[in-house]
């Protein structure tokens, strides 16, 4: 079972139901994608952590469902309340049209080999469950005691304020930088066009000279893996929100068990 800081719990399909139909801020989210429309793809994942999962997409529970036809947030929320997934996604691949992608039987690792791909954005995980803590160990004990998605607050702690420090890094290099709560831990996410056509080789360089002092996925930031949290949609594993932090200050004091923020109105009154 996951183990996570008070309140933070799977939510039911009726609680994601609730979430899309009453919360879901498409607004926000029409204007984060405004420049991604048609060039970008969305994912989700129905059920692969909680087993939480409508019953008529249970073959599907596992899968990573790619959404390739959306045109604004009207079209995400109508296929959130249909699959009503555990974890919804965008992929940072930008592709010159995503429409051909939908004919293509290739590979995705040969994506950056294709003449519709189109860069790629620099992104960093900050896990909290890649914390080494006192209490729990490292990643691969914590893994072995099937923890590895478990986290408690002193890891969460440790990778909020990593989301500061290298927010403030990377804004050195970068002018557009974002940090976004994805439910669990950070992503530090880079807008620059220059970040965008990095080479395969600059990326592992990159990740690993990151990751030597900042709890990230590496692999992430190297590219192996394309999908990052939609920001605005449901966590389903911790029941809370992916939210945008537009001022680091907010941070400093930033508690997921009881921030309106990122806390669903169904799990307020927990």
């Given at each position: ?79 959130a ?17 995503v ?9 995705v ?54 989301a ?43 990740a690993?000279?990151?990751?030597r ?13 394309r ?5 605005f ?38």
């Amino acid at each position: 079972m996951f183990k996570f800081p008070h309140g933070m719990r799977p939510s039911t399909l009726d609680e994601r139901k609730e979430f899309y139909r009453e919360e879901f801020d498409t607004k926000s989210l029409d204007s984060w994608s405004e420049n991604r429309r048609r060039r970008t793809k969305l994912a989700m994942i129905p059920g692969r952590h909680t087993g939480i999962v409508a019953e008529e997409h249970l073959q599907d529970k596992d899968n990573v469902i790619i959404i390739d036809d959306w045109r604004n947030a009207a079209d995400v929320r109508r296929y959130a309340l249909d699959y009503l997934p555990e974890s919804m996604y965008y992929d940072r691949n930008r592709y010159k049209d995503v429409a051909k992608c939908a004919k293509c039987g290739s590979k995705v690792n040969s994506c950056p080999d294709c003449c519709n791909y189109d860069g790629q954005q620099l992104a960093f995980d900050l896990d909290p469950e890649n914390v080494d803590c006192p209490y729990h160990g490292h990643i691969g004990q914590k893994i072995a005691q099937g923890r590895g998605l478990s986290f408690c607050m002193l890891e969460f702690k440790a990778v909020r304020k990593q989301a500061v420090l290298l927010s403030e890094e990377l804004s050195k290099d970068y002018r557009s930088v974002e940090v976004v709560y994805s439910g669990r831990g950070f992503h530090v996410v880079v807008g620059d066009e220059s970040g965008y056509i990095l080479t395969t080789r600059e990326r592992r360089s990159l990740a690993r000279r990151i990751g030597r002092r900042y709890s990230i996925d590496e692999w992430v930031t190297a590219g192996g893996s394309r999908l990052l949290r939609l920001p605005f949609s449901l966590n389903g594993l911790v029941s809370r929100k992916c939210v945008i932090i537009r001022d680091l200050r907010d941070l400093l004091g930033f508690d997921p068990r009881s921030s309106n923020l990122v806390v669903p109105v169904f799990a307020r009154s927990a």
